[in-house]
């Protein structure tokens, strides 16, 4: 139901009140209206379309005790005016039933506000596939013709969050997020294995996306596979396409909490025999400073960055290992997590940062590798494949991580792995499972090609802002050989 009828109050309205009517010693809400639309096709034919709208409360509630500050969070949605003290009601009853929060830290201050935070919350609309939806239906057309048959859905959703704090926060962000997916499908030239291809875009507004194209490329792809070609699990020399290589290094990203590292954890602590472990020295515990890969690649965040947008404030629901309630409002700016082949900085909260003694960095919700080259995936695969068979991978999915000490992940191959020989695409091989170390990957990284904006495949539910050079890897982990499509 729309938040604009008649059974719901302006979301600004029902954050003043909802921090009117705390009694606790500190609160912060986030109201997150949310709209979206959404195609689905199947068969060459749209199958369904429709629009959704809701909204989402979370109050915060931080009590002060005699041994320290506890915090409530409660989360409730499709709330109005009327159900708004049962809830701050019930965020309050948490905090006090709590224990002190470690994470605990004085709410984010200022009287800072957003100029637009008491307008109407945006919106999105039918409209936004204007011109996508007749492209998809010359796309049909096409694929038609060519003998397969196209899957897929697009979605487009707009987020606005309204935070205000007991503090003096008054702060908006308006985030809109796209995707595509695009499946095309034939039968197999032996009549047993059909022939899959994939490919993804992330838009804000669909207005640079086609369909047409995306659908050209399939088609190539699934003339590719008209030649099927069985391989063994080995070692390949591989290229990696932005998406899987944005996969990869989301994973990496989660995996990058300071404290977590400095305790010795994961893949970024250094190891016990280390040099540089004196006690005290701030980030001693991790491997802060050193090098992860000979090529000058940088891996960054930046709220500002022109066409993955995001929020430039922290907004946060929950509290965990990389993020706290108590840091809602706290500016983010533009942090290099790698800075030319070298670890720069981990994710911290003012909390963790405390602990740690490394500066505050909190997660940022888009994600650039830099500093590659400035050759295209096409001019890649025209140096592959001399010395022996090598692959192209279309993408990769079902990660999981098997061993956090190496952040060691394990997944397979997914619609479309391809033979390169002698600089060109000579058919499809068999799907395989993998075991690699994103880590390890950039420290063996041959190449990089040129930085382009890809939508993560496996993550596209959680995390889609994303711009990623190809990667060559002389020498890919194809662990087993999957029968899967």
């Given at each position: 139901?729309?938040?604009r009828n008649?059974?719901?109050?302006?979301?600004h309205e029902i954050?003043?009140r909802?921090?009117?009517l705390s009694?606790a010693?500190g609160?912060?809400v986030?109201a997150d209206?949310?709209?979206?639309?959404?195609l689905?096709?199947?068969?060459?034919?749209?199958t369904?379309?429709?629009?959704?709208?809701?909204?989402?409360?979370?109050?915060?509630?931080t009590?002060?005790?005699?041994?320290g500050?506890?915090?409530?969070?409660?989360?409730?949605?499709?709330?109005?005016k009327?159900d708004l003290?049962?809830l701050?009601?019930?965020?309050e009853?948490?905090?006090?039933d709590?224990?002190?929060?470690?994470?605990a830290?004085?709410?984010?201050?200022g009287?800072k506000?957003?100029?637009?935070?008491?307008?109407a919350?945006a919106?999105?609309s039918s409209d936004v596939?204007a011109?996508?939806a007749?492209?998809?239906g010359?796309s049909?057309?096409a694929?038609?013709?060519g003998g397969?048959?196209?899957?897929?859905?697009?979605h487009?959703?707009v987020?606005?969050s309204y935070?205000?704090?007991s503090?003096?926060l008054?702060?908006?962000h308006?985030q809109?997020?796209?995707?595509?997916?695009?499946?095309a499908?034939a039968p197999?030239?032996d009549?047993t294995?059909?022939r899959?291809?994939w490919?993804?875009r992330?838009?804000r507004?669909?207005?640079d996306v086609d369909?047409?194209e995306?659908?050209?490329?399939?088609?190539r792809?699934l003339?590719?596979?008209?030649?099927?070609v069985?391989?063994?699990?080995?070692?390949?020399?591989?290229?990696?396409?932005p998406t899987?290589?944005a996969?990869?290094l989301?994973?990496?990203l989660?995996s990058?909490?300071a404290?977590?590292?400095?305790?010795g954890?994961?893949?970024f602590s250094?190891?016990?025999?280390?040099?540089?472990?004196?006690a005290?020295?701030?980030?001693?515990g991790?491997?802060?400073g050193?090098?992860?890969s000979?090529?000058?690649?940088t891996?960054?965040?930046d709220?500002?960055?022109?066409?993955?947008e995001c929020?430039?404030?922290?907004?946060?629901?929950s509290?965990?290992?990389?993020?706290s309630v108590?840091d809602?409002?706290?500016p983010?700016?533009?942090t290099d997590?790698?800075?030319?082949?070298v670890?720069?900085?981990?994710?911290t909260t003012?909390?963790t940062?405390?602990l740690?003694?490394?500066?505050?960095a909190?997660?940022?919700?888009n994600?650039?590798?830099e500093?590659?080259?400035?050759?295209?995936?096409e001019?890649?695969?025209?140096?592959t494949?001399?010395?022996?068979?090598?692959?192209?991978?279309t993408?990769?999915?079902?990660i999981?991580?098997v061993?956090?000490?190496t952040?060691?992940?394990?997944g397979?191959t997914?619609?479309?792995v391809?033979l390169v020989?002698?600089g060109e695409?000579t058919g499809?091989?068999n799907?395989?499972?993998f075991?690699?170390?994103p880590?390890?990957?950039?420290?063996?990284?041959?190449?990089?090609g040129?930085?382009?904006r890809?939508?993560?495949r496996?993550w596209?539910d959680?995390?889609t802002?994303?711009?990623?050079?190809?990667?060559?890897i002389?020498?890919?982990?194809?662990?087993s050989v999957s029968?899967g499509?």
């Amino acid at each position: 139901m729309s938040p604009r009828n008649s059974r719901s109050t302006a979301p600004h309205e029902i954050v003043e009140r909802a921090l009117e009517l705390s009694r606790a010693d500190g609160c912060a809400v986030i109201a997150d209206e949310h709209s979206g639309v959404n195609l689905r096709w199947a068969g060459n034919a749209l199958t369904t379309n429709g629009v959704t709208r809701g909204r989402t409360l979370t109050v915060v509630a931080t009590v002060n005790g005699a041994e320290g500050t506890a915090s409530g969070v409660v989360s409730r949605s499709a709330v109005t005016k009327d159900d708004l003290e049962p809830l701050v009601r019930a965020a309050e009853a948490a905090a006090r039933d709590a224990g002190p929060a470690e994470d605990a830290q004085p709410l984010v201050g200022g009287e800072k506000a957003s100029a637009d935070f008491t307008d109407a919350p945006a919106e999105t609309s039918s409209d936004v596939f204007a011109a996508f939806a007749p492209a998809l239906g010359e796309s049909f057309r096409a694929a038609r013709s060519g003998g397969r048959e196209l899957y897929g859905f697009a979605h487009h959703g707009v987020v606005s969050s309204y935070l205000g704090t007991s503090a003096g926060l008054r702060l908006r962000h308006d985030q809109p997020t796209g995707t595509l997916e695009l499946n095309a499908k034939a039968p197999g030239t032996d009549g047993t294995v059909p022939r899959s291809a994939w490919t993804g875009r992330a838009t804000r507004d669909f207005t640079d996306v086609d369909p047409r194209e995306l659908d050209a490329e399939l088609g190539r792809r699934l003339g590719w596979a008209e030649r099927r070609v069985e391989l063994p699990a080995g070692r390949y020399e591989t290229l990696l396409p932005p998406t899987a290589v944005a996969d990869l290094l989301i994973y990496q990203l989660w995996s990058s909490g300071a404290r977590d590292a400095a305790e010795g954890r994961t893949v970024f602590s250094r190891p016990a025999d280390g040099d540089g472990d004196a006690a005290g020295r701030p980030g001693a515990g991790t491997r802060l400073g050193e090098r992860l890969s000979a090529l000058p690649l940088t891996l960054r965040s930046d709220p500002r960055a022109p066409g993955l947008e995001c929020a430039p404030f922290v907004l946060a629901h929950s509290s965990g290992d990389d993020a706290s309630v108590f840091d809602n409002g706290l500016p983010l700016t533009a942090t290099d997590w790698v800075r030319e082949g070298v670890l720069n900085r981990l994710l911290t909260t003012r909390h963790t940062a405390g602990l740690t003694g490394l500066p505050v960095a909190p997660g940022i919700d888009n994600l650039l590798l830099e500093g590659g080259g400035s050759r295209s995936l096409e001019e890649m695969v025209a140096d592959t494949g001399h010395d022996g068979p090598a692959l192209l991978l279309t993408c990769l999915w079902y990660i999981r991580e098997v061993d956090p000490a190496t952040l060691l992940l394990t997944g397979l191959t997914r619609d479309g792995v391809y033979l390169v020989e002698n600089g060109e695409v000579t058919g499809e091989v068999n799907n395989f499972r993998f075991n690699e170390s994103p880590v390890d990957l950039l420290s063996r990284a041959a190449e990089a090609g040129r930085t382009e904006r890809t939508l993560p495949r496996e993550w596209s539910d959680y995390f889609t802002r994303a711009a990623m050079p190809a990667l060559r890897i002389p020498d890919f982990n194809m662990s087993s050989v999957s029968r899967g499509v």
